[in-house]
């Protein structure tokens, strides 16, 4: 899975935005420590925090499945 390329992603568009984590956290309706997870790349994000934070961010997600 390319869960570091997700998670490096949304931390770049962050930045671009010039949006700090506190920010995002509260907008988003995400715990700051569950933030801060996701973004270092240790945490584990369920597809509901993932759309929560691409919304705030003005991502969209694709998602594609391979066999």
């Known amino acids: 899975m390319h869960f570091n ?9 962050r930045e671009m935005l010039n949006v700090t984590q506190e920010t995002l956290a509260e907008l988003s309706e995400l715990g ?6 996701i973004e270092s790349g ?14 705030v961010l003005g991502m969209e997600i694709l998602l594609q499945v391979k066999q």
Not at 5 to 13: G, L, N, P, S
Not at 32 to 37: A, S, V
Not at 42 to 55: M, V, Y
């Open 5 to 13: 390329k997700i998670t490096q992603q949304i931390k770049a568009r």
């Open 42 to 55: 240790k945490g584990n994000f369920t597809l509901r925090s993932l759309q929560k934070l691409a919304d």
């Open 32 to 37: 700051l420590r569950t933030l801060k997870q």
